[in-house]
């Protein structure tokens, strides 16, 4: 910890209801707010708390704004965009909001340290901020304080460039989150869309209407901004050649009025196929409509262009997805009969996973609010069976509403007992129309008896390998003690052909020898 860190007068302080989170560390700042590193003491995990700066207390505008940023990230739900777990104001009057802390770096960083960026990498990048985007540009419905007006939100970032763009890296891949939506622009059919008069965004990779905070700007401000992110990732410099001037006129007298160079012409660019350029140069047309219609249209053309057939939506569930089915498909149950082709099992365990976890979150919702679908992903990783899934969850669940909470459950999904000596199923569920609809069945899991693992390593298997490939660990764990290894040792053998990385595989092993 610098200095600087240990001077700051909220590291150490615990804020939130009942003094939920604390405050261990500064992780850095922006325009509006200062970002900690801060300990959510109800589930033990490590988040992002963003506070408005003290000196902006008192600015009725930007506060509103900050409480904005809240409403509108907590409202995009999905991967590709920073989630928002909880929101509150401590005793002094400073408003904050808590993030899922990420561990990474910003494309930023990536592109400070190597310059520019391979085809194949840019695109993976760029797919998933469109991903992330394309929910935004979309529109959201937003809610407050319980109620939901039922109103579409559109919203344009505006704000764009490689320091919001951040990396997550894991054994399992690459995972990208947008971040800082705290000027981003919204629309909707019941408030028109204001023009302030102000620029507002940063000038090296704004539109040209933005930059004339123009009206009718919309989502294609968005996607100039994108192109002069991906003009930078894959030629290692901007289109005007206006990196070494110092303050905005270059980028302003640019942006408004002089073409951009063509992207082949870059040095050590040749090699870019004119498909990859024409993409790249239609993102950046002076007028929006010569631009693409959309990120998903940017996105589509892209792949095309590139023969990088990428869905970044999917890229990282997938990949998770085949680490978990694989011990189900090795280790078939002896209290279920075995399908005639794997196929069948996987779309099984991916039907009933499905099918709980889309029943659980609205319910969870209702008792503990906005941080139910994190809770939720977390807690299912976790659990063994159905029934030690409710039975983790209802420990989160205020005493007085357990019973309710119970009650509720099992009116959406019957009652969960996977217990193979009594032989039972899950019940079958009510339809809207009162007809009984049986949900999809999951084989059972036979866990270990060998007393030589005992629940102490088990922990220690669960923590090691949470730690190497994330939040599947929990489930990849259960499936391989299905198969009853012999000795610790090959239960950490069995655990180590489960991590794709082989660096990552030998220092599992390592740890656990």
Excluded at 217 to 239: H, V
Excluded at 309 to 323: G, P
């Amino acid at each position: 910890m610098t200095a600087s860190q240990q001077s700051n007068p909220w590291i150490g302080r615990t804020v939130g209801d009942r003094n939920r989170y604390r405050i261990t560390s500064r992780l850095g700042g922006g325009g509006m707010g200062d970002v900690f590193l801060a300990v959510d003491t109800l589930l033990g995990q490590q988040v992002a708390l963003k506070l408005l700066k003290e000196k902006l207390l008192e600015e009725g505008d930007l506060r509103q704004r900050f409480e904005r940023e809240v409403l509108l990230c907590a409202a995009i739900q999905s991967e590709n965009v920073v989630q928002v777990k909880d929101y509150g104001v401590i005793d002094e009057g400073y408003p904050f909001y808590v993030m899922e802390y990420l561990r990474g770096q910003t494309l930023g960083q990536l592109l400070q340290k190597e310059g520019r960026l391979s085809v194949e990498r840019s695109v993976g990048i760029i797919s998933q901020v469109c991903d992330g985007l394309q929910r935004a540009h979309k529109g959201v419905v937003m809610s407050h304080d319980g109620a939901t007006s039922g109103e579409l939100i559109q919203i344009v970032h505006r704000d764009l460039k490689p320091e919001n763009i951040f990396l997550v890296h894991s054994s399992l891949g690459e995972l990208v989150k947008v971040l800082d939506f705290g000027i981003a622009k919204v629309f909707s059919n019941e408030t028109p869309s204001t023009n302030t008069g102000l620029f507002m965004g940063t000038f090296q990779y704004a539109a040209p209407e933005q930059i004339e905070a123009r009206r009718d700007l919309d989502l294609r401000a968005d996607i100039y901004s994108i192109g002069m992110i991906l003009y930078e990732m894959l030629s290692g410099s901007d289109p005007f050649g206006c990196s070494a001037e110092a303050g905005g006129t270059c980028w302003l007298r640019s942006h408004v009025y002089e073409p951009p160079r063509s992207l082949r012409s870059q040095p050590n660019c040749e090699h870019l196929s004119i498909k990859l350029e024409a993409v790249v140069m239609q993102c950046l047309r002076k007028v929006p409509s010569g631009r693409f219609a959309s990120v998903s249209a940017l996105n589509q053309a892209l792949q095309t262009a590139t023969g990088v057939k990428v869905d970044a939506r999917t890229m990282m569930r997938s990949q998770a997805e085949t680490i978990i089915m694989k011990p189900i498909l090795d280790a078939p149950s002896p209290h279920v009969t075995t399908p005639s082709t794997p196929s069948v099992r996987a779309s099984q365990f991916t039907s009933y996973f499905s099918y709980m976890l889309a029943k659980l979150e609205p319910i969870l919702l209702n008792y503990i609010g906005p941080i139910a679908p994190i809770l939720l992903k977390q807690t299912s990783s976790q659990a063994s069976s159905p029934s030690d899934l409710i039975k983790r969850l209802l420990q989160h669940i205020p005493p007085n509403k357990q019973s309710e909470f119970k009650a509720t459950v099992r009116a959406a999904i019957g009652t969960v007992d996977t217990n193979p000596s009594k032989g039972k199923k899950v019940d079958a569920t009510t339809s809207g129309k009162g007809q009984k609809t049986a949900p999809p069945s999951l084989p059972p899991v036979v866990l270990s008896t060998n007393h030589q693992i005992n629940q102490s390593f088990i922990d220690r298997c669960e923590k090691e390998l949470a730690d190497t490939i994330g939040p599947m660990a929990g489930l990849i764990l259960q499936k391989t003690l299905a198969q009853k290894p012999s000795s610790q040792a090959e239960l950490v053998e069995m655990l180590a052909e489960q991590i794709p990385n082989p660096t990552y595989a030998a220092k599992f092993r390592q740890r656990l020898g």
